[in-house]
């Protein structure tokens, strides 16, 4: 974990030159999870810091691997989930942001290759602050939702 | 002193068994119905394209959830969750009831019986499918007061809406109890044997 946050934070340190101060935004807990059997599009989660003072939103999110990468959230209304397009992805200054099932997640859609289990995936995530961050993850089977329990 | 010390033997173990059951038989997370419900009359087909009607659910306890392969979050994240709780509690208990986890696809038109085989076995042992006609579903959601509709889009790539509760039909057959989303494991590892054994 300790090693995959200082690897974020030195790739966004080079895309956001050298002149910044230090990286604002960090990513953790990056999961991408393999499509289910029979489906192309998968979903990835990850945790988003923003340490900056200024509030930042996520402005897209795109990879090389994929066609299109769309921002969606499951929203429980009475007990009724549907999926809309994420409504916004705010992050006040010193706050997080989740994309976490049930919630917010990222829909990858249209794979240039086969989104095997191992393969490691890589996302860019550009921020209102014109940051951008570079993700890099393994697909994995499942999401691990336990720890979220 | 014989007698009084198999009585104590004998009283004690009783307030451990109904200390791990929930000692009242009381959930914490389920909504138990008063009085289970027999469910109707549908007819729907299972993942191996064979005949699904009420009386395939009498026998064993099942946790029913409706959705659909094609959604990306809850509902694989659901049967996730689902299919975790099963394996602790086969893991904690593998002498007492463990439930079937059941599909119920709201999404006909895509999920045929073989996606409903491939997708089900993805998350592991128990894990099971099937749908239908819409007018045989609503048979069945009717009862349950599960609601679901589809969000019409432009692509294919349409969604459903449906209801997240987790059904539990007891090994009678019957819609016992609910639980209603988010859902955790904890809350079904917790739960279901209150619910088992105090049928």
Redesign the interface.
């Given at each position: 974990m300790t090693k995959r946050r200082y690897y974020y934070l030195a790739v966004t340190l080079a895309m956001a030159g050298c002149s910044e101060p230090g990286p604002s935004i960090a990513v953790s807990s990056t999961q991408i999870v393999a499509p289910a059997p029979g489906r192309a599009a998968s979903v990835a989660y990850m945790t988003i810091s923003n340490s900056s003072d200024d509030t930042v939103s996520i402005r897209k999110i795109e990879g090389p691997q994929f066609e299109r990468i769309e921002l969606h959230e499951t929203v429980l209304d009475d007990g009724i989930a549907r999926m809309q397009p994420l409504r916004t992805s705010i992050i006040a200054p010193g706050g997080e942001f989740s994309f976490k099932p049930g919630g917010p997640h990222i829909m990858l859609l249209e794979p240039t290759s086969g989104i095997v289990p191992g393969k490691i995936v890589t996302l860019h995530v550009h921020f209102s602050s014109g940051e951008i961050v570079i993700v890099q993850a393994p697909v994995s089977t499942r999401v691990s939702i336990v720890k979220d329990n | 002193m014989l007698v009084l010390l198999l009585i104590l033997a004998a009283t004690s173990g009783w307030i451990l068994s109904q200390s791990l059951v929930g000692n009242d038989g009381r959930t914490q997370y389920a909504v138990r119905l008063p009085q289970p419900i027999s469910l109707p009359d549908f007819s729907l087909v299972d993942q191996d394209g064979q005949p699904f009607g009420p009386g395939r659910l009498v026998g064993r306890w099942t946790w029913m959830f409706f959705g659909f392969?094609?959604?990306?979050?809850?509902c694989?994240?659901t049967l996730?969750?689902l299919s975790?709780a099963r394996q602790k509690l086969l893991e904690s208990n593998p002498d007492g009831a463990i439930p079937d986890i059941l599909l119920i696809s709201v999404d006909p038109d895509r999920d045929t019986p073989e996606?409903l085989q491939?997708?089900t076995?993805?998350f592991g042992d128990g894990v099971f499918g099937a749908t239908g006609e819409t007018v045989e579903l609503q048979k069945l959601t009717s009862k349950l007061g599960i609601?679901f509709e589809k969000?019409e889009s432009a692509s294919e790539n349409y969604?459903v809406?449906?209801?997240?509760?987790v059904i539990v039909i007891d090994d009678g057959g019957h819609y016992a109890a609910v639980f209603?989303?988010?859902h955790?494991?904890?809350a079904f590892v917790v739960d279901f044997p209150v619910l088992s054994a105090s049928k």
């Open positions: - | 392969t094609h959604c990306p979050d809850i694989p994240a996730q969750l975790l996606l491939k997708y076995a993805h609601y969000q969604s809406a449906h209801s997240a509760h209603s989303a988010p955790t494991v904890d």
